[in-house]
């Protein structure tokens, strides 16, 4: 037993062996010693290194996930209240969308667009609190609003907009005498706007008065919506027929025209089809994500720069901890690793023993990260968004990305393993066996 213990961990010194033979031993000499040293450090040193990059791998992934969340949040808001997958909209040099109604049969044609919604819209002004607007005393209560005529069945289908009410109720079909406001535009609801530009005591059921232009219409509140989406916390929805009927708008002069397409369609098919067709001379047409333009792209740039700096300071500061435990765990062994030395094991080996050991701990931790992240913080994040101001902040965790820092913290555990060793193994053989410093 001891002759084939020496033939397989001496030979790299001692016997006459090829170059892959030799690293070959070199690694099974460090597998065999980090083994060891893993079995017999202290469990609490073990659970302190495992610990800390656990929390290292967290910080990593949780902190840039909310960061890129928050700006992920409002771009998914957005697409789901407000564009749906694709957004039509008129020319920059038009004041509608040209042949609408021909853009809008087109798509309910196609087999992979699976709802469509058109918009009238119309800037207006909106009085409440009709009772005292004769008394000349009181300050009147109006504001400036989007008026927006939709269907409300398509409408449903494309933005799920009853969702969104939070006070009353969504329209009728044929209801052409009610009116839902979004909630920027009421005051109770809109704390950080000023009076002036908000409706005081706005109740469901109350008469309100829509100027546009010389003609007012007088319609009751039926419901309240609140979104954090300006494009829709800012309108004031009405049934499509009670806006040309104010406006005397044709049918055919819609503002926004918004697509929702079949699960796994792509919305740039839709777009090439309609661009094939020729109706890009008559609108504009983008997809959700041009409709949103560059400015949540930036922030979200920015957030995920903000984010990497974050979490390269944690990564750091639990690099020098880990080298910190190894460089000691390493020097109290000093003796050991000298004899080692002196009986022909190569330094080579010992160093991989401290890679392979760093390695070991920063898998286990990446294991137990990878489990905490996705059963128990993304599932509570996807079911509890954060409450900001500007979005419902969700934890955005990829598996791509997951995977890259993982990466990056095991990269990193294996450089503040391998440093210490370095420094121990580079000693002169005889002073480690004599303790001397």
Request: proline share 2%; net charge positive; glycine share 8%.
């Amino acid at each position: 037993m001891k002759k084939n213990f020496q033939k397989i961990y001496w030979s790299p010194v001692c016997g006459k062996t090829n170059i892959w033979q030799r690293i070959l031993l070199v690694f099974s000499v460090g597998y065999f010693l980090a083994i060891r040293q893993i079995k017999r450090t202290s469990y609490w040193t073990t659970i302190l290194i495992v610990f800390i990059m656990t929390l290292t791998f967290l910080n990593l992934v949780v902190v840039s996930g909310i960061l890129i969340g928050l700006v992920e949040g409002s771009s998914r808001a957005n697409r789901s209240q407000y564009s749906g997958d694709m957004l039509i909209k008129a020319l920059p040099t038009k004041i509608y969308i040209e042949k609408g109604v021909a853009i809008k049969n087109t798509l309910a044609n196609y087999y992979d667009v699976k709802a469509v919604s058109a918009r009238y819209l119309q800037p207006v002004r909106i009085e409440a609190d009709l009772a005292n607007r004769s008394a000349k005393s009181v300050k009147s209560n109006e504001t400036s609003a989007i008026l927006t005529g939709i269907d409300p069945v398509d409408e449903e289908a494309v933005t799920k907009l009853s969702k969104l009410i939070v006070e009353g109720s969504y329209f009728d079909q044929n209801d052409t005498g009610g009116i839902i406001l979004g909630s920027a535009l009421i005051g109770r609801f809109s704390s950080a706007i000023a009076e002036s530009d908000t409706l005081q005591n706005v109740k469901i059921g109350d008469d309100i008065l829509v100027k546009q232009a010389e003609k007012n219409i007088k319609l009751r509140v039926i419901g309240i919506i609140k979104s954090k989406i300006g494009q829709v916390s800012l309108r004031a929805f009405v049934h499509e027929k009670t806006l040309r009927q104010l406006t005397k708008r044709p049918l055919n002069n819609y503002d926004e025209i918004a697509v929702i397409v079949n699960p796994g369609v792509n919305s740039h098919q839709i777009k090439d089809a309609l661009i094939e067709n020729g109706f890009d001379n008559n609108a504009l047409i983008q997809t959700w994500e041009e409709s949103q333009g560059t400015f949540l792209k930036d922030i979200g740039s920015t957030f995920g720069i903000l984010a990497n700096f974050i979490g390269s300071i944690a990564l750091a500061a639990s690099s020098i901890t880990v080298f910190i435990v190894i460089f000691i765990n390493a020097f109290n062994r000093k003796r050991f690793i000298g004899i080692m030395k002196a009986i022909g094991v190569s330094s080579w080996s010992i160093q991989l023993s401290y890679i392979f050991q760093s390695t070991f701990y920063g898998l286990v931790a990446s294991l137990i990260g990878v489990s905490v992240l996705y059963g128990l913080i993304k599932p509570y994040f996807d079911a509890n968004p954060i409450d900001f101001p500007f979005s419902d902040g969700i934890l955005v965790a990829d598996i791509s990305g997951t995977i890259m820092r993982i990466g990056f913290l095991i990269i990193s555990i294996v450089i503040a393993g391998y440093l210490p060793a370095r420094i121990i193994v580079r000693k002169n053989t005889l002073d480690s066996i004599l303790g001397r410093n």
